[in-house]
């Protein structure tokens, strides 16, 4: 599987994990607690394997922007959250950089296979 289809499902589980915690309620509520644990476990396993072909620090920021972003929109859409316009600023340069990284740099092409860091 591609590096960048582990990394969609990482970022994707990692917002679905957040979203558990926002239902939590402080661990207060079990069936959210349990999807928080689930979600992240998903969300770190499949960055792990991202991590194998694609260099750590540009994995981080592409995961990490991305769930900024679509984060702040689950909590304007399913939470009723408002955001102010600096909060919309910043929250679009994140989506800049992560866009710039994507598009322009070369180092955020995976490795091919034969040169994976092994893990056996």
Request: charged share 10%.
């Amino acid at each position: 599987m591609s590096a960048w289809i582990y990394l969609a499902v990482a970022i994707v589980a990692e917002v679905i994990g957040t979203s558990f915690l926002k239902l939590s309620e402080g661990f207060t509520r079990l069936g959210p607690s349990i999807g928080v644990v689930l979600c992240y476990t998903l969300a770190f396993y499949m960055l792990a394997l991202t991590l194998r072909s694609v260099p750590v620090g540009v994995a981080y920021a592409i995961w990490a922007g991305a769930g900024v972003a679509l984060i702040t929109l689950v909590g304007l859409i399913a939470f009723k959250q408002t955001l102010d316009l600096p909060a919309m600023i910043g929250i679009l340069m994140i989506v800049g950089g992560v866009l710039v990284i994507q598009l322009f740099s070369g180092t955020v092409k995976p490795q091919s296979d034969a040169q994976e860091v092994s893990t056996e």
